[in-house]
């Protein structure tokens, strides 16, 4: 004769099989779906190689936080990106100053902002979330953060950028162009094997903005923002604009009412373009993009206007996408 005991016993066993085979228990479980993992994705066509940077170390099952790291520093120490680290363009004084922010699974942050004569500010940035009780650094603290942890101080105005700003200062007009002198930023996101999410976003800003201007890039929750049980997202264009409606947040919170990263990518482009219209402002004259990933390894990305591309690699391979887009 079976006991309450062994009842109880047969019953869940029973419902695991149900389970696992597909069928719907009273418990409303289902088979779990294939995560696609690990998987980096991040922004514009110097994405290709930050990925594969990235990817040496997702494919050898390392940490989501070493990988994005790694990816960024890619764009950020080549002197032929003029819009990320080393060879960034300067601003309208001629300081070249950078901005990055780093996060990670367990929401430890770091960021620098308005940072001189250091290469890697990603570095720095996890130096701040590792090494001190701040979140974010700037200026002359920042620099001085960055040498008392041994980088190394160096010119980072390379001549073919100091030529464009002495050509600007003749006529000194600041007038932004959307998929130039606005695609400031690399952001990368990225899944390990773990299913664990981390995410960077590194630029030099915008070219010849005022001396100390900061946009959303070193911003946690406006240029990027990890939550290990949602998904993740990155920016980039007009920081103003991410910082307007705390963009990156914004994303990971829409996928945590259910959205799959395209609609929330979608809907805070969507967000933006209300407030531009608002405000009686050009839409074509400003471009946002975001990407973002979510725990199953779905990705995202929507733009204002044409000309925003991003990069995806997983198992599958390293593709550059183009993202949708509203102007047409």
């Not at 993740?232 to 914004?250: D, F, K, Q, W």
Request: a neutral charge.
């Amino acid at each position: 004769m079976k006991t309450r005991r062994d009842f109880i016993k047969t019953a869940a066993v029973a419902g695991v099989g149900l389970a696992f085979t597909g069928v719907k228990a009273d418990t409303n479980l289902s088979f779990p779906t294939k995560i696609n993992k690990p998987i980096v994705v991040s922004t514009w066509r110097f994405g290709i190689e930050a990925n594969l940077a990235a990817w040496e170390v997702l494919k050898r099952k390392g940490r989501a936080l070493d990988a994005v790291e790694a990816g960024v520093k890619i764009p950020e120490g080549d002197p032929n990106e003029r819009s990320v680290g080393f060879g960034g363009r300067p601003d309208r004084d001629g300081h070249v100053t950078l901005d990055a922010c780093i996060m990670d699974e367990h929401a430890n942050i770091g960021s620098v902002a308005c940072l001189e004569y250091i290469k890697h500010p990603i570095s720095v940035a996890r130096a701040v979330m590792e090494k001190t009780p701040h979140v974010m650094l700037v200026g002359e603290g920042a620099i001085d953060f960055a040498l008392s942890q041994g980088f190394k101080k160096e010119n980072l105005l390379v001549s073919d950028s100091e030529k464009e700003w002495k050509e600007w200062l003749k006529k000194s007009e600041y007038v932004p162009k959307a998929n130039i002198e606005n695609h400031d930023t690399i952001g990368m996101i990225a899944l390990d094997a773990d299913g664990n999410l981390s995410g960077a976003c590194t630029t030099s800003g915008m070219a010849f903005k005022m001396h100390g201007r900061v946009g959303d890039s070193p911003i946690i929750g406006a240029g990027l923002y990890v939550d290990n049980e949602i998904g993740a997202a990155t920016a980039t264009g007009h920081g103003e604009e991410v910082i307007r409606i705390a963009g990156s947040h914004l994303v990971v919170e829409l996928m945590r009412q259910g959205k799959t990263p395209q609609q929330a990518c979608e809907e805070a482009v969507q967000r933006i373009i209300k407030l531009t219209k608002s405000r009686n402002k050009n839409l074509i004259d400003i471009q946002v993009g975001f990407i973002a990933l979510n725990k199953s390894g779905e990705y995202g990305s929507y733009c204002i206007q044409s000309g925003f591309n991003y990069a995806v690699c997983d198992a599958k391979g390293n593709r550059l996408i183009d993202a949708p887009f509203y102007l047409k």
